[in-house]
């Protein structure tokens, strides 16, 4: 090794050294000053763990998670749901689309330390995405968070051999950033994350919808309208979710609601129409199409086919 | 030969992705005009002809790749349904670059392997089981 060769490296272990005292913004801000709502320790006890054969953390990570919340999976029964072969692990999205699979709300967190720990306290363990080595060189790897401790400043997890490893808090978060602080939770029906935005819940809750029927989401719907009255998704998806069910009277409220605090909603406006149409109200109905129409929009289209049919109902 | 051959197979393949389409698209608005709650969430242009098209590529993309990357063929397409359409688009074609957990930290050279002991130890990495942090905030 040549001079300048080893000065550069004692630099850049003295660097290293100099950084390590340093400690990541979400870390600090969580150990500076802990949010009131959080208790200072917490750790799901009860979250069982998979020991993970060869590569396969993704689907150890996801059996965790569904067996905590009550859906009987084992890796075995995941792992060709979601592992790639040729790639040795599996993909985020196939993650979260796994976790429908099998009759769950897949909800990705916000990129949040602060959300990620009040999921715990709430007694939801959560999946994450780290790479435990460098960007350059990633190595990355799904765990499970069951636990924390603000006092001593630790992230514990449960991950790939360890049924119950404790992470500086500091080096979770290096390791978890490394992926853009990707974190998902999967949630029973009925049930919502605690940290949940209204609108990208509901778009999880749709996306179950579609595969596995309406029948499986309505307790969802019903659940987030009830935590989110005035949010005009929860209103159209808990509309909708009556209607597919022949429920029109339920369906009714929740599209009258929705027309009523957003009045330049045509998805709303439009679906309490088709509903009256389908009453054989079509007075009713033709008053809300028209307000429908009206509002123009992209949505245009799909308005003016409801009129039309009413109209055309209307004759008969 | 060869280029009226592929040529052939492309309209072939278009003929076939736009009739399918068709089939899927007129389903929808024989019964009733209803809004769907994904499209009134993404509040884009999700349900038209053109976002459906899309779409159709997207997943028929994915399938072909999941295919590719050693899924069995009817695994692949079940896998390819329980996507979202954004989720289809996010990852059409790019399966091969994405992130892939697996943990395989399996023929790690020997400079890495020094450069990851050194990090571990420092808590910038945490690679192996048998390392500690010695700097805990």
Not at chain 1, 234 to 259: C, S
Not at chain 1, 291 to 309: E, K, R
Not at chain 2, 78 to 94: P, Q, S
């Amino acid at each position: 090794m040549s001079i300048l060769n080893a000065r550069s490296l004692v630099v850049g272990v003295f660097l290293l050294c100099l950084a390590s005292c340093a400690t990541p913004p979400q870390t600090r801000l969580m150990l500076g000053s802990p949010p009131a709502s959080l208790p200072r320790h917490t750790e799901l006890a009860k979250v069982p763990y998979f020991a993970q054969d060869a590569y396969q953390c993704g689907p150890a990570s996801l059996a965790m998670s569904l067996n905590t919340v009550g859906f009987s999976v084992t890796p075995e029964t995941l792992k060709p749901e979601l592992y790639l072969p040729d790639r040795h692990g599996s993909l985020q999205v196939e993650m979260l689309a796994a976790a429908r699979r099998n009759g769950a709300v897949a909800y990705q967190l916000a990129p949040e330390l602060n959300d990620v720990l009040h999921e715990i306290a709430a007694g939801t363990p959560v999946v994450v995405l780290q790479n435990l080595a460098f960007s350059w060189y990633p190595v990355w790897h799904y765990a499970v968070v069951i636990g924390y401790d603000l006092d001593r400043a630790e992230i514990i997890l449960r991950s790939g051999p360890e049924q119950r490893q404790v992470l500086p808090m500091r080096t979770f978060e290096y390791t978890w950033a490394r992926s853009n602080y990707w974190a998902m939770v999967a949630m029973p029906p009925g049930k919502i994350p605690e940290t949940a935005d209204a609108n990208s819940f509901i778009a999880a809750v749709s996306a179950l919808e579609k595969i596995s029927g309406t029948e499986r989401v309505q307790s969802t719907y019903i659940a987030a309208l009830k935590r989110w009255p005035g949010n005009l998704s929860a209103q159209i998806g808990a509309g909708n979710a009556a209607y597919q069910l022949h429920d029109l009277t339920r369906a009714e409220a929740a599209f009258r609601q929705a027309a009523h605090d957003h009045p330049d909603s045509v998805a709303a406006l439009n679906n309490l129409a088709q509903t009256l149409s389908d009453q054989a109200r079509y007075e009713e109905a033709l008053e809300a199409a028209h307000q429908a129409v009206n509002l123009g929009g992209p949505l245009a289209q799909t308005a003016q086919q409801t009129l039309a049919d009413i109209e055309r109902a209307m004759k008969k | 030969m060869t280029q009226q051959y592929s040529r052939f197979m492309r309209w072939t393949s278009r003929v076939v992705m736009l009739s399918m389409l068709a089939m899927g698209l007129p389903m929808q608005s024989a019964f009733a005009v209803m809004v769907d709650t994904n499209q009134a969430v993404s509040h884009e242009l999700a349900g038209q002809d053109r976002a459906k098209i899309s779409a159709f590529l997207d997943r028929a993309d994915v399938l072909a790749q999941l295919q590719k990357q050693g899924v069995t063929a009817n695994e692949a397409k079940a896998r390819v349904y329980a996507l979202t359409d954004d989720e289809a688009h996010n990852i059409a074609g790019k399966l091969d670059k994405l992130p892939a957990g697996g943990d395989g930290v399996l023929g790690v050279l020997l400079t890495i392997f020094i450069v990851l002991l050194i990090t571990d130890i420092l808590g910038f990495t945490k690679v192996f089981p048998f390392t500690h942090s010695i700097n805990r905030r």
